[in-house]
């Protein structure tokens, strides 16, 4: 264990070395567009934004770990700026999204950052919480520049400009535990086994776990993983000596797969539940699937992409006919959340005739019940928040549009209103 704390030590080493080379040679870019002049309807704007155009970043994954996500996340955001595009754009101006594939690779997203920060006004996307977290010194000391980021760790909280739509890793894996306390019979006295991803994403949901656990009277059996780690074998035989009568893992879709199709391959039939970031339907397609579907829940900042919405049905609809024959899935959702909620704080801040960074931003702090048309409600006036604590648990069912099925609608579970992140 010792030295994979000294691996983590050495990433978190290695990133703000990038950090401070990167800030180093862009010093001199920094300095210019950021004057705040008054552009077209007497709005003033800063980087970013000219009487023309807004222009907007997407730090993605569509090479790595999270590449599934990755792609339908981007693949919505470019749908919503199309959309509002056609509809006339925000404040007289037609928004413009860059998108840099990082691979889930830190010196790559770090880079890619560097590059878009003196050409854009913020980043509705931006996946990867030791990245946001590798930046997030820099963003609020001087860059400004809104992020709202699909990643959910609480080490991003309390940053005015970089803002978690939904809970916290640790408030999902609390409602999570809940779950299966709950409603699949895990009691007191029981082990509890828990896979996580090395880093900010998994070790901030094992905090979670583990105050769960405490309240619930649970033993937390740990594994650690590395997101380079797919097969999960040594770990499904750990827990399974170790007696746990249910899992958590917060890692990515491979690894989940793994877990319960190597889980089901050798008699370990529990429930096994995920963070939202741990499924992809496409998995369902794999020899895993039949077992996902008998022995796997997720928790989720929202419905669903297949919710009974009015915003999720004309979504799916919007979608399949923008990009044919691509799979429906929960990063869509994600996506399709974050630039809606960006483009509600363009329009505020250009009705406050401020679209300069720290306009925007204080125009998001106005949004205190954003709909995003998924069953929760958002608060983003508080920055050291996530805009929600409510989970909803979906089991895998290829059966269903978007192979995802409700099984528990939006809860906050006793444990996570006590908790403070």
């Given at each position: 264990?010792?030295?994979?704390?000294?691996?983590?030590?050495?990433?978190?080493?290695?990133?703000?070395?990038?950090?401070?080379?990167?800030?180093?040679?862009?010093?001199?870019?920094?300095?210019?567009?950021?004057?705040?002049?008054?552009?077209?309807?007497?709005?003033?704007?800063?980087?970013?934004?000219?009487?023309?155009?807004?222009?907007?970043?997407?730090?993605?994954?569509?090479t790595g770990v999270y590449a599934t996500l990755g792609k339908s996340v981007t693949?919505?955001?470019?749908?919503?700026?199309?959309?509002?595009?056609?509809?006339?754009?925000?404040?007289?101006?037609?928004?413009?999204?860059?998108?840099?594939?990082?691979?889930y690779?830190?010196?790559?997203?770090?880079?890619a950052y560097t590059e878009l920060e003196p050409e854009v006004v913020g980043y509705p996307q931006f996946i990867g919480s030791p990245f946001v977290a590798a930046v997030k010194q820099r963003v609020d000391a001087r860059d400004k520049g809104l992020v709202l980021p699909q990643a959910w760790s609480?080490?991003?909280?309390?940053?005015?400009?970089?803002r978690v739509l939904g809970s916290t890793y640790d408030v999902e894996t609390i409602n999570a535990v809940d779950?299966?306390?709950?409603?699949?019979?895990?009691?007191?006295?029981?082990?509890?086994?828990?896979?996580?991803?090395?880093?900010?994403?998994?070790?901030?949901?094992?905090?979670?776990?583990?105050?769960?656990?405490?309240?619930?009277?649970?033993?937390?059996?740990?594994?650690?993983?590395?997101?380079?780690?797919?097969?999960?074998?040594?770990?499904?035989a750990?827990?399974?000596?170790?007696?746990?009568?249910?899992?958590?893992?917060?890692a990515g879709p491979r690894q989940a797969a793994s877990l319960v199709g190597v889980a089901a391959a050798t008699g370990l039939r529990i429930p096994v539940v995920g963070n939202n970031s741990a499924f992809a339907p496409q998995l369902l397609g794999t020899q895993a699937g039949p077992a996902l579907e008998k022995m796997y829940w997720f928790a989720s900042p929202s419905l669903p992409v297949g919710a009974d919405t009015p915003v999720a049905k004309k979504l799916v609809t919007d979608y399949k006919a923008a990009y044919p024959g691509e799979a429906l899935d929960n990063g869509i959702v994600a996506g399709w959340t974050a630039a809606s909620v960006f483009g509600e704080a363009l329009k505020k801040a250009c009705a406050d005739k401020d679209l300069t960074r720290e306009g925007v931003g204080k125009?998001?702090?106005?949004?205190?019940?954003?709909?995003?048309?998924?069953?929760?409600?958002?608060?983003?006036?508080?920055?050291?928040?996530?805009?929600?604590?409510?989970?909803?648990?979906?089991?895998?069912?290829?059966?269903?549009?978007?192979?995802?099925?409700?099984?528990?609608?939006?809860?906050?579970?006793?444990?996570?209103?006590?908790?403070?992140?």
């Open positions: 264990m010792n030295h994979r704390r000294q691996a983590v030590r050495g990433l978190a080493a290695a990133l703000a070395a990038l950090v401070a080379l990167t800030t180093a040679g862009c010093s001199s870019k920094a300095k210019t567009g950021d004057g705040k002049q008054t552009g077209a309807g007497g709005v003033k704007t800063g980087k970013g934004v000219s009487d023309k155009t807004i222009a907007l970043g997407a730090l993605t994954d569509m693949q919505a955001q470019q749908l919503y700026v199309k959309q509002v595009n056609a509809a006339g754009g925000i404040c007289g101006r037609q928004l413009e999204l860059t998108v840099r594939d990082h691979g690779d830190p010196q790559k997203a770090l880079a609480a080490s991003l909280l309390g940053s005015p400009y970089i779950f299966l306390v709950t409603e699949k019979g895990l009691k007191a006295g029981d082990k509890l086994g828990h896979v996580y991803f090395e880093g900010d994403y998994g070790e901030n949901a094992l905090k979670g776990s583990k105050y769960a656990a405490e309240k619930a009277g649970l033993t937390v059996v740990e594994q650690k993983i590395k997101p380079t780690d797919n097969d999960m074998s040594a770990q499904v750990a827990l399974k000596q170790a007696g746990v009568k249910a899992v958590v893992i917060s125009a998001l702090l106005t949004l205190t019940a954003h709909d995003a048309g998924f069953g929760m409600t958002h608060d983003l006036g508080d920055p050291k928040a996530p805009s929600s604590r409510e989970s909803v648990i979906v089991q895998p069912d290829k059966s269903v549009p978007g192979g995802m099925r409700t099984v528990r609608q939006p809860f906050v579970s006793d444990a996570a209103k006590s908790y403070t992140p």
